[in-house]
């Protein structure tokens, strides 16, 4: 190991909840720089959620991330001529940044009028454990339980 570890970015606390996670949220969902609008459409989805449920939105996405986060996933080895799906255990970083990756994905593919809607639909969706986001997640899982036996072969 030659170099060392790249410093981890401090991210400031978004405006309303005052929750580090919310900006990298917002940051993942942000195109061409425009963070402004990626945080109107995060926070316009949580008032559709919080007007649909009057529940708190802050707790319903945070329900959302945690049933979309994997625990697991398969990474490909090659081994003697032959490629094998390794499953591997996730670190709680990447755990986060995969689930907030797919739920934004998720929600863009989502039909609907407005990346706010779809967003709520979404996150809704996914805190009640269904949705295209959870779905992504059980397929991960139930692949890497399928290549199981390969696991001794672990990087």
């Known amino acids: 190991m030659r170099k060392r570890k790249p410093k981890k ?10 929750d580090t996670m919310v900006t990298q949220f917002v940051n993942n969902m942000m195109w061409e720089g425009k963070k402004s609008v990626s ?9 559709k959620i919080e007007s649909r449920t009057s529940e708190n939105p802050h707790e319903i996405w945070k329900k959302a991330l945690e049933n979309v986060m ?6 490909s ?24 990756k797919w739920v934004i994905r998720f929600s863009r593919a989502r039909s609907g009028k407005g990346m706010a809607e779809k967003l709520s639909a979404e996150l ?5 454990g269904e949705g295209a986001a959870v779905k992504r997640r059980e397929d991960t ?4 339980e399928a290549n199981r036996a390969f696991a001794h072969f672990k990087a």
Do not use: W
């Open 39 to 47: 945080y109107s459409i995060f926070y316009d989805a949580m008032d």
């Open 70 to 75: 994997p625990a697991v996933e398969v990474r």
């Open 124 to 128: 809704l969706a996914a805190s009640k």
């Open 9 to 18: 970015r401090v991210i400031a606390p978004d405006p309303r909840y005052g």
């Open 77 to 100: 080895k090659r081994i003697g001529g032959a490629t094998f799906q390794i499953p591997t255990e996730i670190r709680p970083a990447r755990r986060l940044s995969i689930g907030m």
């Open 141 to 144: 899982h139930r692949m890497a």
